[in-house]
């Protein structure tokens, strides 16, 4: 549809044009190193939802969704859609929460340090950068996949024009540049999305097509209620939605935000918003299924488009997807740099304040080469993603049941951790093996440390947590 030197040529100009204004408002925001790591109490409520939407809104959106109502249909759709909402409302006590007890924090990471000691803080660790590295490669490969779909242009091509403008200007100026880069992108994506619905209406020919092709070929999709469905649906709502509380990029819009009202807002809004559009994305594999396309699901949706959309709608493709990719990366990026910070910080409490940000970006940088190396071959990391969602599965009940908890102990944390893994890799599917337990792995993982740490507590134990310390214990970057 568009030869390589011209596709190449819109990416170079479109990253321009979302790279250089993040570097203009970095030239002027002459932050201290705590302000660059999370901007702290400066976003209102409309940013905080601008900037939470443009991080969901993710080159995943034009994959996963329609991908996954090829395989379990209207019943996956609705896990996956309500596993972007719902951590959003989640989030906001513990948010409140976190925001009480380390006021001058800046990740979860540091909460778990000083609430349950190195062992527990490994292993947060180990998952967060794990999932944040699969995050970015996924993004990368979607990316460059979309471009080569419209153009021969080489996977590596692509996702090194993404990486190298997104670097640039985050690794520059820090969250505070990348939450206004994010409204910038909006204005790019939530208009562009509108296109996609009207296109894939034109090309799907209204609904009746679709659905009395599904009837004939695959009734079982359009069944909400469909067994296969619902355990689709509930893998994906189980794995999203845990997932999602150990985004860093989410905890540091948390302490971002003005207050606890401009948090709770944010969140809200983002969440409701970003449910209608996933789910709509989540349609375009139904159509596919439904006209019975040629081609592979994973792309269902440029399979219905491509065949009906005009030129300047294909070139309309690369800012869109740069946007969405743009949106997301940066996110991730800033979230790899304030974990790095604050750990050097806590490793080196004497270097300046100027070396630590230039060493945090070298090793950016440095890991920037081996998930450019992994997104050039195309690889699928479906399975990457699962095994990354089954950690946080495993994590989640220990790590948060101890933000309220004063008798739940670091023994406990950890045992009840590894009780879930043990149990939820159990039912996990090796590498090339079908998926048959996936739902009951998720559901070990998730629940097995809740009866654990339950039974741990019956334990008598008068040793009790004294949450004031983690006050005393986490302060500003600078002090």
């Known amino acids: 549809m568009l030869s390589a030197t011209a596709a190449i040529g819109w990416l170079c100009l479109f990253a321009a044009l979302f790279a250089i204004p993040g570097l203009l408002y970095a030239r002027r925001q002459q932050d201290k190193l705590d302000d660059f790591v999370v901007a702290r109490n400066s976003q209102s409520g409309h940013a905080t939802m601008m900037t939470l939407l443009a991080t969901t809104m993710g080159?995943?959106?034009?994959?996963?969704?329609?991908?996954?109502?090829?395989?379990?249909?209207?019943?996956?759709?609705?896990?996956?859609?309500?596993?972007a909402l719902i951590p959003r409302f989640i989030m906001i006590p513990l948010g409140r929460r976190i925001r009480e007890l380390i006021p001058e924090g800046h990740t979860l990471t540091e909460f778990v340090l000083?609430?349950?000691?190195?062992?527990?803080?490994?292993?947060?660790?180990?998952?967060?950068?794990?999932?944040?590295?699969?995050?970015?490669?996924?993004?990368?490969?979607?990316?460059?996949?979309?471009?080569?779909?419209?153009?021969?242009?080489?996977?590596?091509?692509?996702?090194?024009?993404?990486?190298?403008?997104?670097?640039?200007?985050?690794?520059?100026?820090?969250?505070r540049v990348t939450i206004f880069t994010d409204r910038i992108q909006m204005l790019?994506?939530?208009?562009?999305?509108?296109?996609?619905?009207?296109?894939?209406?034109?090309?799907?020919?209204?609904?009746?097509p679709t659905v009395a092709g599904l009837k004939e070929h695959a009734p079982h999709l359009?069944?909400?209620?469909?067994?296969?469905?619902?355990?689709?649906?509930?893998?994906?709502?189980?794995?999203?939605?845990l997932t999602g509380l150990f985004y860093q990029g989410t905890w540091q819009r948390i302490f971002a935000a003005k207050d606890n009202k401009a948090m709770r807002n944010g969140f809200i809004l983002s969440g409701v918003l970003s449910f209608p559009i996933i789910f709509i994305m989540g349609l375009f594999g139904l159509v596919f299924m439904g006209l019975g396309l040629p081609g592979d699901g994973s792309v269902a949706l440029f399979n219905v488009l491509l065949s009906e959309i005009?030129?300047?709608?294909?070139?309309?493709?690369?800012?869109?997807?740069?946007?969405?990719?743009?949106?997301?990366?940066?996110?991730?990026?800033?979230?790899?740099?304030?974990?790095?910070?604050?750990?050097?910080?806590?490793?080196?409490?004497?270097?300046?304040?100027?070396?630590?940000?230039?060493?945090?970006?070298?090793?950016?940088?440095?890991?920037?080469?081996?998930?450019?190396?992994v997104a050039s071959q195309g690889f699928s990391v479906l399975y990457?993603?699962?095994?990354?969602?089954?950690?946080?599965?495993?994590?989640?009940?220990?790590?948060?049941?101890?933000?309220?908890?004063?008798?739940?102990?670091?023994?406990?944390?950890v045992l009840s951790t590894l009780a879930g893994l043990i149990a939820g890799l159990a039912y996990f599917p090796t590498p090339g093996q079908e998926a048959l337990y996936l739902l009951e792995a998720f559901l070990l993982a998730t629940f097995v440390p809740v009866i654990v740490s339950c039974l741990l507590l019956l334990i008598p134990n008068r040793t009790r947590f004294d949450f004031t310390i983690l006050r005393q214990r986490i302060r500003r970057l600078e002090g």
């Open 222 to 241: 359009l069944n909400p209620f469909d067994m296969g469905g619902l355990k689709s649906g509930l893998t994906f709502f189980l794995a999203v939605v």
């Open 59 to 83: 080159t995943w959106i034009l994959f996963g969704p329609a991908q996954a109502a090829t395989w379990g249909g209207i019943g996956a759709i609705t896990g996956y859609a309500l596993g």
């Open 114 to 175: 000083h609430r349950y000691g190195k062992p527990m803080y490994g292993f947060v660790m180990v998952i967060m950068m794990f999932y944040m590295f699969i995050s970015l490669t996924a993004g990368l490969t979607a990316i460059a996949k979309m471009v080569e779909l419209l153009a021969p242009v080489p996977l590596w091509v692509t996702a090194s024009i993404v990486m190298g403008a997104t670097l640039l200007y985050t690794l520059y100026g820090g969250l």
């Open 188 to 208: 790019v994506i939530l208009p562009f999305i509108l296109l996609l619905i009207a296109f894939g209406w034109q090309a799907a020919g209204g609904i009746a």
């Open 384 to 413: 990457l993603f699962l095994l990354a969602d089954l950690l946080c599965c495993a994590a989640a009940f220990p790590v948060f049941f101890g933000f309220y908890n004063a008798r739940y102990q670091s023994y406990n944390a």
């Open 310 to 373: 005009p030129l300047w709608f294909a070139i309309g493709l690369l800012p869109f997807g740069l946007a969405l990719i743009m949106s997301s990366a940066d996110t991730t990026i800033s979230a790899l740099s304030s974990m790095m910070v604050v750990d050097l910080r806590r490793l080196m409490p004497n270097m300046s304040a100027h070396k630590l940000l230039g060493l945090s970006r070298w090793f950016i940088c440095l890991l920037a080469l081996p998930i450019l190396y």
